[in-house]
């Protein structure tokens, strides 16, 4: 049995210790805003927070997972997050697919630092978009530094 805490609420999981927690995320628990993308925890479409911290869930076994889990369904209660208003201000999705871990580095990141500049950005946002949107993820990062000042 393993306990976790996922957005304020305990969930007591009977899962091999060694399952990955964005499995336990989507086939356990029917969270299905956290995606899979490579399954190494290279493109960080996976990504959630764990006490705060961006963290790839697809190759963090869940018997590793201590702390407070939130994924991008406790993000905000209404989706009116800084970061998710300016992603839809700038029209940063275009597939959508790595768009929910993209949000959640860039919160992680502002929570960080609240008013970074673009070389922390681009050290922070590591997370692989296909559709090319990196302009547009930079320029809505700026803009909800801006609206949390």
Known sequence: MVKLDI???????????ETPLLWVLRDKLGMMGTKYGCGIAQCGACSVHIDGAVTRSCSLPVSAVSGKVVTIEGLSPDS?????????AHQV????????????????LLAEK???????I??????ICRCGTY???????HDAAASKA
């Open 114 to 120: 609240p008013q970074p500049t673009d070389a922390d």
């Open 135 to 141: 302009g547009r993820i930079r320029a809505a990062i």
């Open 7 to 17: 957005n304020g609420q305990v969930h007591a999981l009977d899962v091999d210790p």
């Open 93 to 108: 999705p275009q597939c959508g697919y790595c768009q929910s871990g993209q949000i959640m580095a860039a919160a992680a």
């Open 80 to 88: 009116r997050h800084p970061v998710q208003v300016a992603w839809l």
């Open 122 to 127: 681009d050290a922070a946002m590591t997370n």
